[in-house]
């Protein structure tokens, strides 16, 4: 069973939006922080979001303003929404678990499977 699951990834076109999911467990929600990283084709991991357990929110450059990191701990869910998507937002977006509120990729643990954002121009 994964700790975490996402959701809600799709083929839009640019300026569309999208909202991603990630659920994960009861004892997920009250215990980690949560991150959402992405991964284009060809390239390496890149922070997008995280927030802490407290509703703290952190963006990675890329997306600031564009983008919005929330949760919903009566669902166990994060959500990421994304505006005016571009086709450089195309990527596996991946949400992970971590024990502190950071950036860091390798503070991450309890990866999802990853949903596919595809924006097409």
């Known amino acids: 069973v994964q700790p975490v699951e996402e959701s809600g990834g799709g083929s839009v076109q640019a300026g569309d939006s999208l909202r991603l999911s990630c659920a994960g467990s009861?004892?997920?929600?009250?215990?980690?922080?949560l991150g959402w990283f992405r991964q284009a084709p060809g390239k390496g991991h890149e922070f997008v979001a995280a927030?802490?357990?407290?509703?703290?929110?952190v963006y990675g450059v890329s997306v600031q303003g564009r983008f919005t990191i929330s949760r919903d701990n009566t669902k166990n869910t994060v959500y990421l929404q994304m505006n005016n998507l571009k086709p450089e937002d195309t990527a596996v977006y991946s949400c992970?678990?971590?024990?502190?509120?950071?950036?860091?990729?390798?503070?991450?643990?309890?990866w999802g499977q990853g949903t596919q954002v595809t924006v097409s121009s």
């Open positions: 927030i802490s357990r407290t509703d703290s929110t």
């Open positions: 992970a678990t971590s024990e502190i509120f950071t950036i860091l990729r390798g503070n991450y643990k309890f």
């Open positions: 009861e004892r997920t929600f009250s215990t980690y922080h």
